[in-house]
């Protein structure tokens, strides 16, 4: 069994910053792609950021310049730095972790609970 726990929403004034954290733990091999997706209040979720084991990482056009994903493979972690805040970068910001559970096996999606982002005009 895997789980994915987030941590580092809140609220903040426009133009501010966040770090949001979140780790994988339980039954894990290999990490192989980590990232975050948000969903906004009536909105679908979207994507934001992802990082895959090697380093590589993609950003959503919306974020690119101002969003900084990192990740920690020894802690199967990923980070997200959040600067000049918007907005309309409120929602809910929800951690994903591409788990191998042993050797052999095929990925699976793990997701945490998210958490709220709030930025204030």
């Known amino acids: 069994q895997v789980q994915v726990v987030e941590s580092g929403g809140g609220l903040v004034q426009a133009g501010g910053s966040l770090r949001l954290s979140c780790a994988a733990s339980?039954?894990?091999?290999?990490?192989?792609?980590m990232g975050w997706y948000r969903q906004a209040p009536g909105k679908q979720r979207d994507f934001v950021a992802n990082?895959?084991?090697?380093?590589?990482?993609n950003y959503a056009d919306s974020v690119k310049g101002r969003f900084t994903i990192s990740r920690d493979n020894a802690k199967n972690a990923v980070y997200l730095q959040m600067n000049n805040l918007k907005p309309e970068d409120t929602g809910v910001y929800s951690c994903?972790?591409?788990?191998?559970?042993?050797?052999?096996?095929?990925?699976?999606?793990?997701w945490g609970q998210g958490t709220q982002v709030t930025v204030s005009s």
């Open positions: 994903y972790a591409e788990v191998i559970e042993a050797r052999g096996l095929v990925p699976y999606d793990y």
């Open positions: 339980g039954s894990i091999f290999s990490t192989p792609v």
């Open positions: 990082i895959i084991s090697g380093g590589s990482t």
